[in-house]
């Protein structure tokens, strides 16, 4: 039987988190605002090997939003996006099996949470007032862009490396 919880998982979601963080601050210029310069968002892939990416990423993103000019509403919502993001990433990974279908299905989540919920937060903190459901749209489609060039652009790689890293029974990519 698996352990639910292990060192070996802790330490996993500590690097997750931490690459997240640091990925984030390293493109922190063009990391925040409509069009997201980010490459951690690649590690949103993750949940598909690993259960404990989920609340690494969660943190990850929590902590990288400290610096965003939407401060606290980033914070929470950007982070419970990512959450949401990460259990529909990590369910695409439990129930579909052939590669192709289990990275685009999975990806999907990510890119289209993010585009869905980034942009309220930005135009309620703008006031936009009445150009409201022009200006979501423009931004919802943004974001489709910026996350799919991230999730998919970077992810794809960052799945089959790990994959491959998975069956040399590296240590670090299995729970034995």
Known sequence: MK???????????????????VLTFAFSAFAFGPF??????????????????????????????????????????????????????????????????????????????????IPLIILFLAGSGGATLSAYFSLVGVFLFTQTVWVYGLGTPLYFVILRLKKQNLPFFHDC
């Open 36 to 117: 997201q310069v980010r490459p951690a968002e690649a590690l949103c892939i993750l949940p598909l090997f690993f259960p404990e990416a989920i609340p690494a990423l969660t943190v990850g993103c929590l902590l990288s939003n400290m610096l965003s000019q939407y401060t606290i509403y980033d914070m929470v919502f950007g982070s419970l996006a990512t959450l949401i993001a990460a259990f529909g990433t990590y369910f695409i990974g439990k129930t579909i099996k052939k590669h192709p279908w289990k990275i685009l299905l999975g990806g999907a989540f990510p890119v289209l949470v993010n585009a869905i919920i």
């Open 3 to 21: 352990k639910v919880f292990s060192t070996k998982r802790l330490c996993r979601a500590g690097v997750i988190a931490a690459l997240y963080v």
